[in-house]
C-alpha cells in the first residue's frame, strides 16, 4: 500500500507522461493532514500568548489552548505549543499554507517546528536551502530580499498588524480578555448592573 505522498508522487507522474487513466484518479488521504501540533520558541520568554497567536492566526487556524513545555527540573523551556489547522494553498508543492519557519514580532525574534514543516532557511526565510548554503538577506522591516534591516528605506511598521502608525510594542491587536475589559467595557457593565438594582 503506497502512502499518500507516494501516490500523489506516482500520479502526478503519470499526469507529466500523459498517462490519462491515472489522470483520472484524485489521491485522498484517509487521515487529516492539516491538524498539527506546532512548537514556538520566542527568544523573550515574555512575548504573550495572546501576541503568538495572533501571529499565527494570520497563516494558521489555532484552536483554544496552548502547552507550556518545561525541562525534567519543571523550569519553563520559553517554548509553547499550540494545535492548528494548516489552511489550504493549491498553489504550494503540499497543498498548504506554511507558516514562516523564522519570524520576529517587534525586536522579538523566534521560531517555530511542526510535523512536516517544508524545509527552510532560517536567514531569508526561503525554501528548499538551508542557512549554510544562503546568500540571500531579508530585511525585517519590510520583508524583501536584498538589503538588511539597519539599510531599509521604507518607515518602520507593525509585525503584527502591518500598521506604519506603531510597532508591534504598542499594537492594540493581541490583547488578552482582561485589556479589553479594563477600558470602556468595565464601566458598560457596571452600569447595566446599577439598572438592573434600581
Same mark, same amino acid.
Given at each position: 500500500m503506497l502512502t499518500?505522498?507516494?501516490?500523489?508522487?506516482?500520479?502526478? =507522474?503519470a499526469i507529466a507522461t500523459a498517462n490519462e487513466e491515472l489522470r483520472k484518479y484524485a489521491v485522498i488521504p484517509l487521515y487529516r493532514n492539516d491538524y498539527?501540533?506546532?512548537?514556538?520558541? +520566542?527568544y523573550?520568554?515574555?512575548?504573550?500568548?495572546?501576541?503568538?497567536?495572533?501571529?499565527?492566526?494570520?497563516?494558521v487556524t489555532v484552536f483554544p489552548g496552548?502547552?507550556?513545555?518545561?525541562?525534567?527540573?519543571?523550569?519553563?523551556?520559553?517554548?509553547?505549543?499550540?494545535?492548528?489547522k494548516l489552511e489550504e494553498d493549491l498553489t504550494s508543492e503540499d497543498g498548504y499554507r506554511h507558516p514562516p519557519a523564522v519570524f520576529s514580532i517587534g525586536?522579538?525574534?523566534?521560531?517555530?517546528v511542526y510535523l512536516g514543516q517544508p524545509q527552510s532557511c532560517r536567514k531569508c526565510g526561503g525554501h528548499g536551502?538551508?542557512?549554510?548554503?544562503?546568500?540571500?538577506?531579508?530585511?525585517?522591516?519590510?520583508?524583501? +530580499?536584498?538589503h538588511a534591516t539597519r539599510d531599509c528605506s521604507k518607515p518602520k511598521r507593525c509585525h503584527l498588524c502591518y500598521s506604519d502608525s506603531q510597532m508591534a510594542r504598542d499594537c492594540t491587536k493581541?490583547?488578552?480578555? =482582561? =485589556?479589553?475589559?479594563k477600558g470602556d467595557q468595565i464601566q458598560v457593565i457596571c452600569n447595566k448592573l446599577q439598572v438592573v438594582r434600581k
Open positions: 499518500s505522498d507516494r501516490a500523489e508522487e506516482v500520479r502526478r =507522474a498539527r501540533i506546532l512548537t514556538v520558541h +520566542m523573550n520568554q515574555w512575548v504573550t500568548e495572546e501576541t503568538i497567536r495572533y501571529f499565527l492566526g494570520r497563516y496552548v502547552r507550556i513545555i518545561k525541562d525534567g527540573l519543571g523550569i519553563w523551556t520559553g517554548k509553547r505549543q499550540f494545535r492548528i525586536a522579538d525574534r523566534g521560531f517555530l536551502h538551508m542557512m549554510d548554503n544562503c546568500d540571500q538577506v531579508r530585511c525585517r522591516n519590510c520583508g524583501s +530580499m536584498g493581541p490583547r488578552p480578555y =482582561a =485589556a479589553v475589559l
